[in-house]
């Protein structure tokens, strides 16, 4: 018969081989493969679960107990939805959102976001290594001692790694966001009643839960979050898959709230029992102590430490992007400082900064993550509104905009969000004046 190996074989079949070894190549090392597919989506909604998302969560489950966990399968709906379609901008066009909001949307528009995304993510990055020297607290280490060293490992591992490399960091960072599933278990929470309360909305005319109702979509869904993951996408280059982009940004969104819900069983389990209150995640670290032991405040701590250093890497970067992206600059985490000085030179700026601030004595972290909430709440709409105006832009996406039926739901959240995030600017500008709702 002879050897028929080297018979020419049809194209659809040959295709169809190269599948096949593709698969058997990712099956035969097992799960832990799969993890190259995740990335921006994943990062980007973890970095949301950071000191300030974790202080709010925490006093969601300190002062409602578990009342309010039909919020986050909302949340995550909306969170997908938005991740997703910065993720595909990302992947179809190869650009950042500043790069497409000042082509396609003017120079004003582009400014406005630049500079304030700047101020409002400045402040957020200071409140990160708050957080960082809070968490190093709880375990004896002065935050003088901490900080530091934390800020110059997070700058080392930005500025001397390739993008894949860094990618590979954060993504490892995300493990230690599971200290909060471990710290909500050894709370002993009545999984029946959790249970209940997540597919059972309810509701209560009560100030102070309507302010954390929407402080919860305004720390989950922020502005940098969608910076980052279309700009990470897009220095991806030819690597970004638009199906792997969008598995990667729905189960980051889903992890994420997951964490984001243990949080709030864990504290609600304990503190709302209690009635124990609190105002930082520390606070609630600390408080944890007493009411479900001492493993329980170490694994929430070390929840803590790892949100903080996740989001004080993943802010500078988005900040950076987007001014870099906004006025033609060189960009990206694989370039060096003479490559991209301006870039890298930013992102070491905002680690300086932020760093130096939060040691400084005497800080009020509460008055400054109000500040910069009201920042970001005026820009969350000006994103999300230009998010959608660009993702069904066929000049800009081809074939790839948004269908019917996921505009409706993609709209739908815009209008939630934008309506919440404006309450919530109005509540905390009030705040600010001694004046309540």
Known sequence: MGDRSNVAKPPLELAARSRRERFARRFSVGPLAYLGLLGPGLIAANAGNDAGGVATYASVGAEFGYSLLWVMVLITVSLALVQEMAARMGAVTGKGFSDLVREQLGVRVAAFVIGTLLVANAGLVVSEFVG???????????????VPPMALLVWWLVTRGSYRRVEKVFLA?????FAYPIAAILARPDWAEVGRQVVRPSLQLDANYITLFIAMVGTTITPYMQ?????????RGAGA??????ADA????????????????????TLFVAGTHIETAADAARALRPLAGEYA???FGAGLFGASMLAAAVLPLATSYTVTEA?????GVSRTFREAPVFLGLFTGLIVVGAAVALLPGLNVIRLLVFTQVLNGLLLPVVLVSILRLVNDRDVMGAHTNGRVYNLLAWATVAAVVTLSTIYLLITVLGLFGLEI
């Open 297 to 299: 405040q170490i694994v």
């Open 250 to 269: 729905y189960f980051g969104a889903v992890f994420a709230d997951l964490i984001s819900g243990f949080i709030i069983i864990a504290t609600g389990a």
């Open 132 to 146: 960082i020297g809070a968490a190093a607290e709880l375990f004896g280490i002065s935050r003088y001692v901490a």
């Open 173 to 177: 960072m995300t493990f230690l966001f």
């Open 241 to 246: 898959s638009i199906r792997e982009a969008r």
């Open 327 to 331: 006025f033609g600059f060189e960009k």
């Open 227 to 235: 910076l980052y993951i279309q700009s990470s996408v897009a220095e």
